[in-house]
């Protein structure tokens, strides 16, 4: 009865997340760092009673809330991650979520013609939750990715698909002598801009919007960074974008390939092979690769492979390769 239970689990999992999802959404958590009753709440966010107050039962349920009498709370190890205002929040990379879902209940057509089923034309708003989504992210394991790069002595890094510039802003602050070059499509660079003049940095920042296949990267570069686009992209793209990064490199300057990955039999691990339905819902031909097909990408253009990381939070490696 076990796996009955799973599998029946595993098809109704979809409720849990449209309570969490939906919660975000309304901003329900914003309100309740005190305790307060769903009338009271109904009438700030403009929703029906009877209906918030399923709601709020439901996020009880989950462990999410806590609930007295007939008054809700956040509970407090959840609250900063789920309240707008905190340095901890991840609300837009849940709003991200939400925004996907009509996408992902499409998947059947995806998989049965091959081909992405995200044909919506996105608002500013859905954009910004998308690129912010990945600030949210990675400010928690960011040292991780930093701790393995070499950028103290470096003067010129260019970030492709930089989305906020989490990485470099930290790098610009740890390194004053360092310039930075982001590229990415306006709707990222937007973002990306708004961050980095927020901490005194953008005029450390030189920014090239527009495709990496149509742009022209530069030269001069101690360090190329490539964080979480490769997926994104069909592989041809991938070895383009990896070409490109080689001319832009100084002679001994480094690429740093930072991405989700597959064992080399493609089952494992479990988010990240998941995550490759999220790229054929979302991507023209884009898709996790293996460790070796990431390295086979660099050894073709002429990188020497120099390092190889695997880190377990969230699964991802971190591949440096130098110009000999």
């Not at 709440?41 to 009880?60: G, N, P, Q």
Request: hydrophobic share 40%; proline share 2%; glycine share 6%.
């Amino acid at each position: 009865m076990r796996e009955l239970k799973k599998i029946l689990n595993l098809g109704r999992s979809f409720w849990d997340a449209q309570v969490l999802l939906t919660a975000v959404r309304l901003k329900v958590f914003d309100f309740l760092n005190s305790f307060t009753d769903a009338e009271s709440l109904a009438d700030k966010l403009k929703v029906d009673a009877r209906a918030l107050r399923m709601l709020l039962d439901a996020l009880t349920s989950l462990g999410i809330l806590e609930k007295k009498s007939n008054i809700y709370k956040n509970k407090y190890k959840y609250a900063d991650f789920l309240t707008s205002s905190s340095d901890k929040s991840v609300t837009s990379i849940l709003n991200h979520y939400y925004n996907m879902w009509q996408d992902w209940g499409n998947l059947i057509e995806s998989i049965k013609t091959g081909k992405s089923s995200d044909n919506r034309k996105k608002d500013p708003e859905e954009n910004y939750h998308f690129i912010n989504g990945m600030d949210n992210l990675t400010k928690f394991y960011k040292e991780n990715i930093l701790s393995n790069i070499d950028f103290t002595s470096a003067k010129k890094i260019l970030d492709i698909g930089s989305g906020p510039a989490t990485y470099l802003r930290e790098m610009l602050k740890k390194n004053p002598t360092l310039k930075g070059v982001i590229l990415d499509l306006p709707q990222a660079t937007v973002v990306a801009k708004e961050k980095l003049r927020d901490e005194g940095l953008l005029n450390r920042v030189d920014v090239i919007e527009g495709s990496l296949e149509d742009k022209n990267f530069g030269s001069g570069y101690d360090i190329v960074l490539i964080s979480q686009v490769l997926h994104s992209l069909k592989k041809e793209l991938c070895q383009l974008a990896i070409e490109k990064s080689f001319g832009a490199l100084k002679k001994g300057g480094k690429i740093y390939i930072h991405e989700f990955y597959l064992n080399e039999k493609r089952t494992a691990p479990k988010d990240n092979i998941v995550f490759c339905l999220n790229m054929l819902l979302h991507t023209d031909g884009g898709d996790n690769l293996t460790v070796n097909e990431i390295k086979d990408l660099l050894s073709n253009v002429g990188f020497f492979i120099s390092k190889t990381i695997l880190l377990k939070k969230p699964p991802t490696v971190l591949i440096e390769g130098t110009k000999n």
